[in-house]
C-alpha cells in the first residue's frame, strides 16, 4: 500500500507542479480533472446509497462555476449558482412525477455536491490567481499534505488514542497533532526555501498559514469518510492504486484552499 502510495505521488506531483508553475489555462485544466472526477465519485457514491443526484448537475456546475472562476472571479457567480439551483429543483421534479418518491432528497444531495465540490475547490483556482499566487498556493498545498503525511506515519507508529472512531477508524489524536506539528514546521521551512527562489512571503506568513491549515483541514478527511461510511465503501473509487479515488486525494485540498485563500486576503 505505502509503496503505491508514493508511487502514485512521484508521478503526480511532478505534473501537479508543473501545472502550477504554468498557471493559466493548464492550470485550471488540471484542477478540473481532479475537481471533475471527484465530483463524479461522489454521484456513485450516492447512488450506491440509493440516492440519485443530477449527474448533470454536480459535474456539469462543478465544471462550469471552475471555469467562471477562472475569467470572471466572482462576478456573475450569483446568477450562475441560480440558474444550477433552478436546473437541479426541475431535473429532480421530472423525476418525481416519474415515480422518484425521495426526489426531493435526492435535489439536496445534488446541491450537497455541487456546493462541496464545486464551490469550495474553485477556491483551488482563486488562490493561484492572487498577487503571488504561485508561491501562496505552494504553501497553502502544502500545508495540508505536510499534515496529512505526519499524521499518517506518526499515527502509524505512535497512535493509540482514537480521533473519530465513527467517521475513520484507524485515526488517532497522536497522529492529529503529530500532523499539526510536521504541517506547521514543514510549511515554514518551505516559506524559506521558497524565499530563496524569490518568494516573498514571510516565515510568519508561512508559520500561520501552516498551523491554521494543519489544524482544520483533518476534518476534509473526516467529512469525506461520513460520506463512505453512510453507503459503506472504504475508498471512493480505485483509480488511483494506493490512494482510492480523486475525491480521497482533495478532500482536505477542498479545506485547504478557501482557508488559505481568506487568510492570505487579510494580509494583502
Not at 172 to 198: D, N
Not at 242 to 258: N, P, T
Request: proline share 4%; charged share 10%.
Amino acid at each position: 500500500m505505502l509503496k503505491q502510495r508514493l508511487l502514485v505521488a512521484f508521478i503526480l506531483l511532478p505534473v501537479g507542479i508543473g501545472m502550477i508553475i504554468l498557471g493559466g489555462v493548464p492550470f485550471v485544466i488540471f484542477i478540473l480533472i481532479f475537481l471533475g472526477l471527484a465530483a463524479w465519485e461522489y454521484v456513485q457514491l450516492m447512488r450506491r446509497g440509493g440516492y440519485q443526484p443530477s449527474m448533470w448537475v454536480v459535474v456539469g456546475g462543478t465544471i462550469l462555476l471552475s471555469f467562471s472562476r477562472f475569467y470572471f472571479q466572482f462576478q456573475y457567480t450569483d446568477l450562475l449558482i441560480s440558474a444550477i439551483i433552478l436546473t437541479a429543483i426541475t431535473i429532480h421534479l421530472v423525476a418525481f412525477e416519474k415515480g422518484r418518491n425521495i426526489a426531493a432528497t435526492d435535489f439536496a444531495m445534488t446541491l450537497g455536491g455541487f456546493f462541496y465540490i464545486g464551490w469550495l475547490g474553485a477556491y483551488l483556482i482563486s488562490l493561484r490567481q492572487l498577487p503571488d499566487g504561485f508561491w501562496w498556493f505552494m504553501v497553502a498545498l502544502p500545508a495540508s499534505w505536510l499534515a496529512d503525511a505526519g499524521a499518517y506515519f506518526i499515527g502509524s507508529r505512535f497512535g493509540k488514542h482514537k480521533l473519530s472512531p465513527r467517521s475513520s477508524p484507524k485515526k488517532t489524536w497522536e497522529g492529529y497533532w503529530g500532523g499539526v506539528m510536521v504541517g506547521t514546521l514543514g510549511t515554514l521551512g518551505l516559506t524559506f526555501l521558497w524565499q530563496a527562489w524569490g518568494s516573498q512571503i514571510a516565515p510568519w506568513q508561512g508559520a500561520v498559514i501552516g498551523l491554521l491549515i494543519s489544524l482544520i483541514t483533518p476534518l476534509g478527511d473526516l467529512a469525506e469518510s461520513v460520506f463512505k461510511r453512510q453507503v459503506g465503501v472504504k475508498d471512493s473509487s480505485n483509480i488511483l492504486p494506493g490512494h482510492g479515488g480523486f475525491f480521497d486525494r482533495i478532500d482536505s485540498w477542498l479545506w485547504a484552499g478557501v482557508i488559505g485563500y481568506y487568510l492570505i486576503l487579510i494580509w494583502q
